[in-house]
């Protein structure tokens, strides 16, 4: 038996005033001190002072948020008491919502301790709302919430289903400012996402058509949403690609660019759609090279989105060739050095780098799993950017 969720999605030009139906007293807002100063919030709390929803704001909410900042936004939340959390920003301040509002019903609860495991009946307490500033990490219509433990400088892949948002708010007005370089760090984790949720082990014919969609979108639009973020078609469909590609991967899972992009962010202090698009290349020719299953996945993407024929292990290849070509439109790395990162502190990290992915469960969802050796050379040949060839 298998599931599919995805919250309530409500988008389009004036989205934002669906807030008007709302029903309850208080509303707990968790975002970035950015996203205030840039006057996002102020959409939001117009709409809910017009319906008289009392609301604070947890503005503390910091990129890759760590436990530390979870268990301050606990300790607020718990005192003011809300009917609704709502997260407004990219995927860190969405996954603080997520994680904040199972403190409400558990203020007990250690962060770092969140399990699928566990019941915790929020809802009891309040309602959980996303909307998102970013197109993006698709955590608007995922369950899962990764959150940054500081002191071992490793990121935590935690979560419940109970965390998929009840309603997701995707209004352009909130993307239109975002700048050419966040433009193409988020674009980029929206088309990691679903190319691995579609091509994930534990996939299914659910969780192929938003990933198959959003990947064909991201290839038409990023660049232009790169290149004038003044044009509201491609930021209206980069918005939609990003809950799409949520969608895919959110219910199937990620895979082995999220692994290997999670450990070299965690260490090396680089966002996070930087480092998955960095690294998805690389893992799907590692792929390609050992499981026909997959390359007949990444063959039929590549015949829907680009447009390519022929052999399924051409096809393949094309689509590799086009995310790299897309990527260097949209100014982003195609290698680890691109990065920044010095090349004798990268080399004295690789065990680190390695220990860290395969302790991620999405080295486990892909067709074939690495083990430390592969995973080494992975490591050593996105370095200089040089293509798998094992």
């Not at 959980?128 to 899962?144: H, K, R, V």
Request: with cysteine; glycine share 10%.
């Amino acid at each position: 038996m298998w599931t599919f969720s995805c919250p309530l999605i409500v988008y389009g030009d004036n989205a934002l005033d669906y807030l008007a139906q709302v029903k309850g007293k208080k509303a707990f807002i968790v975002t970035d001190k950015n996203i205030v100063k840039l006057g996002l919030t102020k959409p939001v709390t117009d709409q809910l002072d017009a319906v008289n929803i009392g609301w604070e704001i947890f503005d503390e909410v910091e990129p890759e948020p760590s436990l530390n900042t979870i268990r301050k936004g606990g300790v607020a939340v718990g005192k003011y008491q809300p009917d609704w959390v709502i997260g407004i920003g990219g995927g860190s301040c969405m996954d603080a919502a997520k994680a904040i509002i199972l403190l409400l019903a558990r203020p007990e609860l250690k962060p770092e301790a969140l399990s699928v495991l566990e019941t915790f009946n929020f809802r009891e307490k309040a309602r959980l709302m996303a909307i998102p500033t970013t197109s993006g990490t698709g955590s608007e219509a995922t369950w899962a919430i990764v959150l940054t433990d500081t002191d071992d400088k490793r990121k935590l892949g935690l979560g419940t289903t109970e965390c998929m948002p009840d309603v997701a708010i995707l209004d352009p007005v909130m993307v239109m400012g975002m700048p050419p370089l966040i433009t193409a760090d988020t674009g980029m984790d929206v088309l990691c996402h679903a190319v691995e949720g579609y091509t994930s082990a534990w996939g299914t014919s659910m969780t192929e058509g938003p990933g198959l969609v959003a990947t064909r979108r991201v290839f038409e639009y990023l660049a232009k949403a790169y290149k004038d973020g003044n044009d509201l078609q491609a930021r209206k469909e980069m918005m939609y690609a990003a809950t799409m590609g949520g969608m895919s991967f959110g219910n199937s899972m990620a895979g082995l660019g999220h692994s290997t992009g999670h450990a070299l962010g965690a260490i090396f202090h680089l966002p996070h759609g930087r480092t998955v698009g960095m690294f998805l290349p690389y893992t799907m020719e590692y792929l390609m090279n050992g499981s026909e299953e997959t390359t007949v996945k990444f063959a039929e993407m590549a015949r829907f989105c680009c447009g390519a024929s022929g052999p399924d292990k051409e096809c393949a290849k094309a689509l590799v060739a086009k995310i790299r070509a897309l990527a260097k439109e949209v100014g982003q790395p195609l290698s680890v050095k691109d990065c920044g990162v010095d090349k004798a502190k990268y080399e004295k990290e690789i065990p680190a780098l390695v220990e860290r992915a395969l302790n991620e469960v999405m080295t486990m969802t892909v067709t074939r799993v690495p083990g430390e050796e592969d995973l080494g050379k992975i490591f050593n040949y996105a370095y200089d950017g040089k293509p798998i060839d094992f």
